[in-house]
């Protein structure tokens, strides 16, 4: 994990975080970044086993979000183990194998906006109230580069735009209550499940070649973009996209001529 300097390391102190999808790549390290400051964290997780584990201010307790009777047992265990949730992280998503839109299996569509985006949904409907009760609440939404640019997987941008929309919705209706919501938009991120897109040396010169930046990301870039929403260093940002993709997405045209070789003179 890198070096959390950036935030007081009690920014976060007598807060709860509750993070979705919790268990490995992203979801890992921004468990580990919000406790580093201060936070209590609820890790969910559709791996984790049926009960609760944790110690020293991390609890891992299994979810699936797309089960309305899961997320509803996750919000009253959080109530119940501390109390409170002052921070949201809609971590959890799928995906899926590339499949040509003209033949893709409806009810995979279907799974896939169930987690990606109703899940994001329920969890907020069933951790929300007690953001009320504070009158202060921050949620983030891990949405994806997919949603302003089409990957191979048919529905996994569309269920992340969806997300963005969703996030703008939550902080119009919410925000008069004291709850802020955005999102965190990660690029390329090198993650155990993104890791065999890198172990070829060829692939990973290229990809890199094509960030100004000049590297691909690292779960901790991501982390540390929700940490910063997640504390009082945003509480005046309200229905943002936080793009974290070392200049990728603004990239194009000079990829573009950058593949074309040298300008003639």
């Not at 955005?182 to 060829?202: A, F, K, Q």
């Not at 990239?251 to 001529?257: I, P």
Request: proline letters at 5%; a neutral charge.
């Amino acid at each position: 994990m890198s070096d959390s300097s950036t935030f007081d390391s009690k920014a976060l102190q007598g807060k709860v975080a509750v993070v979705t999808g919790s268990s490995g790549g992203l979801g890992l390290a921004i468990s580990q970044h919000l406790h580093s400051i201060g936070a209590s964290v609820v890790q969910a997780d559709i791996s984790y086993p049926a009960e609760p584990a944790g110690t020293g201010g991390m609890l891992q307790v299994h979810c699936d979000i797309a089960d309305p009777a899961s997320v509803t047992a996750l919000a009253e265990l959080t109530r119940e183990r501390f109390g409170a949730c002052d921070v949201l992280v809609n971590n959890a998503a799928i995906t899926a194998r590339p499949v040509a839109l003209e033949n893709f299996p409806m009810e995979l569509w279907d799974r896939i906006f169930s987690v990606n985006l109703r899940g994001a949904l329920l969890c907020a409907q069933a951790l929300v109230p007690m953001m009320f009760e504070r009158g202060s609440g921050s949620i983030i939404n891990v949405a994806s580069i997919a949603a302003q640019v089409p990957t191979r997987v048919a529905a996994y941008g569309p269920t992340k735009a969806a997300l963005g929309a969703l996030t703008r919705q939550m902080a119009v209706e919410w925000g008069p209550r004291g709850i802020r919501a955005n999102s965190v938009s990660p690029g390329m991120i090198r993650t155990p499940l993104s890791e065999v897109h890198y172990r070829d040396e060829g692939t990973l010169q290229t990809r890199t070649a094509r960030i100004p930046a000049r590297r691909i990301g690292r779960p901790e870039d991501i982390a540390s973009a929700v940490c910063f929403l997640a504390s009082d260093a945003s509480t005046y940002i309200n229905g943002q996209d936080i793009v974290v993709d070392g200049g990728f997405l603004k990239a194009s045209l000079a990829n573009l001529y950058n593949e074309a070789g040298p300008a003639r003179q």
